[in-house]
């Protein structure tokens, strides 16, 4: 979607569909007064009828206002001020967007500013409402034979704001064009099957990425280079596949080479069968959006890279599958970790945790200032939070505060489960350093016990985006989570 700013009042409008704020009990935007009293009173009286009562989401598509060249009006109600917050201004723009995709308008002229949500500046609103409105034209159709029917609904919004305000807000749709850019890219690679998106086409997408820009470079290490790095863990997952794997780093450099880069490591389990400790076969399709972690890390580094930012940051990304096979890792196999830790396999299918942690190890060499790894990592995570936020653990209070608050600012919501010492013991093992499960009991939080004990060295923190990552029945499909959260806080680390 393209957005442009424009300055005109009101009642000059010029676009294929003007958008007008209603709130609760049938008030009209300041806008909206100024196009009902240049055309006589006629929204007061729609409003007067009951055609619109300005509920949250509700939608009134008028097909002529009157209006020397505007061509629709569309009334979209926020509900009551007094009741409005950051889910319902969602659901306003989310209105938006799906009354206009069966409509014939191309482009709309919209006055973000005019949604009243307290605490929220314009720019905030602004940021908010393209990100919705670019989520909204997103499809996946690639794979499907034939040609795709040609797209309806919106191509161009322009935001309607005072010319003082001009500056802050064109910052605000660059970076909610960037993060869109790198949430599209994400959920591509989220969608993607298993047969199309193996490690090694991880691989080459990281160096697709890295062609694009100067300030990017990408190393790739083979089965071979693990082993000299002694990757035991990681290899223990990829030992029962074909495809062999794959540890990718990209490297965005924005500042000096001096400073200490943040390092992001995604989960890239590209099918995770659970192994010999084989899944179930109900929705086992879904295990090909076991790499959405690593491609959140490809996403928030390519508008990281677009927003040219002046940081550094890298990306470490095991890639993987998991699948069962004659020389699959067995449960009760015992194998050494990078950081020389052996670890007891009780559960083939608890294999995210095993190649982070040897992503884990290897990050330390890039002294970062922070590790966030971020990882469809537990089921359990689901049971204790839903799909709502993803959750977070780390050994840093400091940087866990800073993540949830990067997620409140740009509405990709985390929350911290307890990462105390007493659950530590549950990963005892009688014959390694640790087991690779906990047992039953609080299965999210003893995964990341267990990660813990390969970032002792840094500040870490843990996102277990399990529920978050992706949408099941029928909106399956990647979110794009959490790119916004991500790329958030990385725009925080420079400000
Ligand atoms: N990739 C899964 C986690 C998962 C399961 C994400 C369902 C989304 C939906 C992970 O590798 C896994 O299998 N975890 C096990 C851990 C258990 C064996 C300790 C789980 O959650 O059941
Ligand atoms: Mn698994
Ligand atoms: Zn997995």
């Not at 409003?47 to 569309?74: A, C, E, F, H």
């Not at 076991?290 to 470490?316: R, W």
């Amino acid at each position: 979607m393209e957005f442009v700013l424009k300055h005109n009042t009101a009642e000059k409008a010029r676009s294929a569909c003007q958008i007008i704020t209603v709130t609760q009990p049938r008030k009209l935007s300041a806008s909206g007064q100024r196009v009902d009293k240049a055309n006589k009173g006629m929204l007061s009286a729609i409003l007067k009828r009951g055609d619109m009562d300005g509920n949250v989401g509700q939608t009134l598509l008028l097909p002529s206002t009157g209006i020397n060249g505007v061509q629709r009006l569309l009334l979209v109600g926020c509900g009551k001020e007094s009741e409005m917050n950051e889910r319902n201004f969602d659901r306003v723009v989310n209105a938006i967007a799906s009354t206009l995709e069966s409509s014939g308008a191309r482009d709309a002229e919209f006055y973000a500013a005019e949604i009243p949500l307290k605490g929220r500046d314009l720019a905030w609103k602004v940021r908010q409402s393209a990100l919705l409105l670019n989520n909204s034209e997103y499809r996946f159709d690639g794979l499907k034979s034939g040609k795709p029917a040609p797209r309806k609904g919106l191509r161009k919004v322009a935001i309607n704001v005072l010319k003082k305000d001009a500056e802050r807000v064109r910052q605000a749709i660059a970076e909610a064009t960037a993060i869109s850019a790198g949430m599209n890219l994400t959920r591509d690679l989220g969608n993607l099957p298993a047969n199309i998106c193996t490690p090694t086409y991880l691989a080459k997408q990281a160096q697709v990425l890295a062609k694009s820009d100067k300030r990017l470079r990408v190393s790739i290490l083979n089965e071979v280079e693990m082993k000299r790095l002694k990757m035991g863990s990681l290899l223990s997952v990829s030992a029962g596949s074909r495809q062999p794997a794959k540890l990718i780093t990209i490297e965005y450099r924005g500042a000096a080479a001096a400073e200490q880069p943040v390092v992001l490591v995604g989960k890239g389990v590209t099918f995770d069968t659970g192994g010999i400790s084989l899944k179930p076969g109900q929705a086992m399709d879904e295990m090909k959006y076991d790499m959405c972690g690593a491609a959140s890390v490809f996403g928030t580094l390519q508008a990281v890279t677009q927003m040219q930012l002046p940081i550094n940051v890298v990306g470490i990304i095991p890639a993987t599958e998991n699948m069962p096979d004659g020389i699959a890792t067995k449960p009760g196999d015992i194998v050494t970790s990078m950081s020389g830790q052996t670890i007891e396999i009780l559960n083939t299918d608890a294999e995210g945790r095993l190649i982070l942690c040897d992503a884990l190890t290897y990050a330390a060499k890039f002294k970062p200032s922070c590790v966030i790894d971020i990882a469809t990592l537990t089921g359990a995570v689901i049971v204790a939070l839903g799909k709502v936020p993803s959750g977070v653990m780390g050994n840093n209070p400091a940087l866990i505060k800073d993540l949830i608050k990067s997620g409140q600012q740009i509405e990709d919501k985390i929350w911290e489960l307890p990462l105390w010492d007493e659950y530590q013991e549950q990963l005892n093992s009688n014959f390694a350093d640790m087991a690779n499960i906990g047992g039953r009991d609080a299965g999210s939080i003893t995964a990341a016990c267990f990660l813990s004990r390969f970032a002792k060295d840094y500040k870490w923190a843990h996102l277990d985006i399990a529920g978050t990552a992706w949408k099941s029945g029928d909106a399956k499909g990647a979110t794009g989570r959490p790119v916004p959260l991500l790329t958030q806080f990385i725009i925080n680390q420079i400000k």
